[in-house]
């Protein structure tokens, strides 16, 4: 009797179309993240909540208007071109909830919970974070990586922008970007063909927040599409370091890169130990150059590939007689997150140029 009982409550259901939703609403498919994680989703992705730097690429795939919460990141920081990606959502993202602080700090358990999301987001973080924000908080994380803290590695971010194209729905954005950055490498490479590298110092690389003149980067991605060599790499570091300021001697490189997020400390710099700087060639020749910070909250993709065009030219301007960095930046932007840039970047920090000392 109880199994007939049951067979009749089950017909019932079927019948009543019960059943059918109860199923549509729990049927899931899993993928595999970008820290190695498998995750399950549910069958439609309509609500989610991008954490640790994100939203960048949440923007990037045309998918923010299934954003149902932000970090006080994307709210309360000042609005800057160092972030173009913020600066394209921030006024929708003002009329959000907030859902924590941001920079890797503890999330608002409660306050994510009450928007009920589909899946949550998360860049620039490892597997044992990504694993405690899901038991937290009992909804499906979905971990991208950057290729670590201020390196930018194309084919991670290739990946990234595959996955979230599958994940959300966004699969024809997401090959149009992937598209983007083979043609920007081939482009850059092509132009480049047969070029002699030319040494170069990048410093300045701003790291969680400002740096000085010692700060660089051996990953430093414009030296590395631009026909430079990155001087940096001779001292067998990995990734971002901080030199020992008397190795600008040794090396006296005839091109030097600030990154304007720390070209105010280099000045400051300057007119204390003016005598120092004033030993190095390519402080002499005004062979000094100021280039966009990317590293704001992550990488900043647009400004990085901006960046690595402003170089090549700068390096190899026979090549690039049809380029104006100011207007690639702005194409850039566009392209990456659908608004213009480059006024805002010259507001902020001075743009592209000579950086003058005196």
């Known amino acids: 009797m109880v199994r007939k009982g049951l067979l009749l409550a089950v017909i019932f259901l079927l019948l ?10 729990t049927a899931a498919h899993t993928v595999v993240d970008q820290l190695g994680r498998r995750v399950s989703l549910p069958a439609k992705v309509e609500r989610i909540i991008p954490l640790g730097g994100a939203t960048r690429l949440v923007v990037y795939v045309q998918a923010f208007d299934l954003v149902v919460g932000v970090e006080a990141m994307e709210t309360s920081q000042p609005v800057s071109g160092g972030r173009p990606y913020n600066l394209a959502i921030r006024k929708q993202a003002e009329n959000l909830p907030v859902v924590g602080e941001g920079k ?3 999330i608002n358990a409660e306050a994510v919970l009450a928007l009920k999301p589909d899946l949550l987001i998360i860049g620039g973080t490892d597997r044992a974070q990504a694993d405690y924000l899901a038991r937290l908080t009992g909804i499906p994380v979905l971990a991208l990586d950057y290729g670590g803290l201020g390196v930018l590695k194309l084919e991670q971010i290739s990946d990234a ?3 979230l194209g599958k994940v959300l729905k966004r ?3 997401a090959k149009q970007l992937v598209d983007e950055l083979v043609r920007q490498k081939q482009e850059l490479a092509k132009r480049l063909a047969n070029v002699k590298a030319l040494p170069v ?9 400002a740096q000085g003149i010692t700060s660089t980067d051996t990953d430093y991605y414009p030296l590395e599409i631009s026909g430079a060599r990155n001087l940096a790499k001779q001292l067998g570091q990995k990734g971002h370091f901080f030199i020992d300021k008397e190795q600008l001697l040794v090396w006296n490189p005839p091109f030097m890169l600030i990154d304007a997020g720390g070209a105010a400390l280099v000045k400051q710099d300057y007119r204390i130990n003016k005598g120092f700087y004033q030993q190095l060639n390519a402080i002499k020749n005004r062979q000094v150059y100021q280039t966009l910070p990317y590293n704001y909250y992550h990488t900043n993709l647009e400004l990085a590939l901006a960046n690595g065009w402003y170089v090549a ?5 026979q090549r690039f007689t049809d380029i104006n960095p100011a207007t690639k930046t702005d194409e850039l932007c566009s392209f990456f997150n659908g ?3 480059y006024q805002q970047l010259q507001q902020e ?10």
Do not use: M, N, W
């Open 16 to 25: 009543s179309g019960s059943l059918c939703s109860v199923f549509a609403d």
């Open 104 to 106: 890797q700090k503890p």
């Open 161 to 163: 922008f595959v996955l």
């Open 171 to 173: 699969e024809k954005r």
């Open 201 to 209: 110092y990048a410093g300045a690389v701003s790291q969680r927040g």
């Open 313 to 317: 030219k700068l390096l190899h301007p």
């Open 339 to 341: 608004i213009t840039c």
């Open 349 to 358: 920090f001075g743009g592209f140029g000579r950086l003058k000392f005196e």
